[in-house]
């Protein structure tokens, strides 16, 4: 009994997680970020911000890959760093 | 009517001429197709020569490189304790504050990222991260192998030296890596961002080798099929990212195999907090986190009395908090580059057993940064420790013991 319970209660809660995770959408201010803000406000939440030309644009996106196990932030995010890093270090 | 003529006539020749202009075109594109342009071998090569540089040059679906951070330190400190023996003096170069670690990372595609970090560091040589990623979706990651657990944030964001705001880590933090395999993501939350991070591991045991309740990973040496779950929930209430507040739990039995433990179970959670804000004309940041260790009861042989056994309230705490601040905006450039850092830590272990103390950790720091990934450090930190163990698992009182140490680093990310 106690193990039918425990595993109701599992599937419940992946249930839930599921649908929230499903349901997550950003609003419009933070979907409209640049690149740039985003790089500015994630990073420095764990140490300083990274200049551009610290890596090269092939690396930028190897590291967007570890950034995103590490900090966890959204792909989305990932993504427009990732770009804005590449672009300002092959300036 | 004449005017009508006369714009007809001019239609009629202007249709004309375009006829032979497009005629002589075909003409022309028809000869250059059975006519290519020969290039002079010179110009061959050269093209061919470029063409193979550019190929070199072209992104693969592989990237691997190599990362990582060295941190190397110098401490000089005194210990003393109240059973009236002499102050033990110390200085060492690399004492508590070497590591050098480099980091593989290994991309396949867009998909798969291996993370591979052995280590030097005073523990000797070691591995801190040996794991594969897949990226699944936008917001699921699964990930196996050997890998930072995800409970709290200091030890899996801000432990490494380049990050870290003074030369030591906060006491009592509980286990580090273990083995195992876990999904995690990040998420928008409307203007808010969430992230969950959860795994099964092999987890911990009481640890065989001192029997006295403490923990340890279980490791490769898994001897039964208790396993650990553990995870961390995060929340960023604010749209710009500036604050991070977290909780989590791990939660498994510590037996491994061993029958004198097979009821025991070890519940730990914690609450982390993480604020990072430029306010003008300064950077802030604030750092906390609180851990709770709850191991079920036992009984443990008596180290003086084999004979005996004893038993004690199996449960610890342990808890830290960080300020920093940093004159982000000032003109002048050394002190733009230069940070104070002050924390404070608090590690409780169990009363009445044979390693129970209540111990304070204070930590004045200055750091320097070079650039954004080098910094150049000095911390002064203050340990005292008092002793709550049951003296009568002694043969020899256990004093109160006080150290203060001077620390010198130099961190880098490579």
């Known amino acids: ?91 | 009517m004449k005017t009508i003529i006369t714009l007809s006539q001019k239609h009629q020749k202007l249709t004309v001429f375009i006829a032979l202009i497009l005629c002589y075109l075909f003409t022309l594109q028809a000869y250059a197709q059975k006519n290519p342009v020969v290039l002079d071998s010179v110009t061959e090569a050269r093209i061919t020569a470029l063409e193979k540089q550019a190929a070199l040059h072209r992104p693969g679906l592989s990237h691997l490189m190599v990362v990582g951070l060295t941190t190397f330190g110098f401490a000089s400190g005194k210990s003393t304790s109240n059973d009236g023996s002499s102050p033990i003096k110390y200085s060492a170069f690399g004492t508590d504050s070497y590591e050098f670690s480099p980091m593989f990372l290994w991309r396949q595609g867009k998909k798969v990222l291996l993370e591979f970090e052995p280590s030097f560091n005073n523990d000797g040589v070691g591995v801190n991260w040996a794991a594969i990623s897949y990226f699944a979706k936008p917001n699921l990651i699964f990930r196996g192998g050997y890998f930072v657990v995800p409970f709290g944030m200091y030890t899996k964001k801000l432990a490494a030296g380049w990050i870290n705001k003074v030369a030591t880590d906060p006491i009592g933090l509980p286990t580090a890596q273990d083995y195992g395999f876990g999904i995690s993501g990040g998420l928008p939350l409307g203007s808010m961002k969430w992230n969950y991070d959860l795994a099964v591991t092999n987890g911990l045991t009481i640890d065989p080798t001192v029997n006295n309740g403490t923990l340890t990973n279980v490791n490769l040496g898994a001897a039964s099929r208790n396993k650990t779950f553990v995870g961390r929930l995060g929340l960023l209430p604010f749209s710009n990212s500036s604050l991070e507040i977290g909780i989590s739990g791990m939660t498994g039995g510590v037996s491994n195999g061993n029958t004198l433990y097979q009821d025991v179970r070890a519940d730990l959670y914690a609450f982390d907090f993480n604020l990072v804000r430029n306010v003008s004309p300064v950077q802030i940041n604030i750092k906390s986190q609180y851990n709770v260790i709850n191991v079920g009861t036992a009984t443990y042989v008596n180290p003086i009395d084999p004979t005996k056994s004893y038993t004690f309230n199996n449960s610890s705490t342990s808890g830290y908090g960080q300020f920093s601040l940093r004159p982000i905006e000032s003109q002048i450039e050394f002190i733009k580059n230069l940070e104070v850092a002050f924390r404070y830590g608090q590690y409780n272990t169990p009363k009445n057993s044979t390693w129970g103390s209540n111990t304070t950790q204070t930590d004045f720091g200055l750091n320097y940064w070079i650039n954004w990934r080098t910094v150049l450090r000095v911390t002064y930190e203050i340990l005292d420790s008092k002793s709550t163990v049951d003296q009568t698992l002694f043969t020899s009182p256990v004093p109160d013991v006080k150290t203060q140490a001077f620390h010198i680093q130099f961190a880098i990310q490579l």
């Open chain 1, 1 to 91: 009994m106690k193990n039918k319970l425990g595993l109701i209660a599992t599937l419940a809660f992946a249930l839930v997680l599921a649908l929230t995770i499903a349901g997550c959408v950003a609003s419009q201010k933070v979907a409209s970020k640049s690149g740039a803000q985003l790089w500015g406000e994630n990073c420095q939440h764990c140490h300083n911000t990274p200049t551009p030309n610290s890596f090269s644009g092939d690396q930028w996106e190897t590291i967007g890959m570890h950034m995103q196990t590490r900090a966890l932030i959204t792909e989305q995010e990932r993504n427009k760093i990732v770009e804005f890093l590449q672009q300002s270090a092959a300036k």
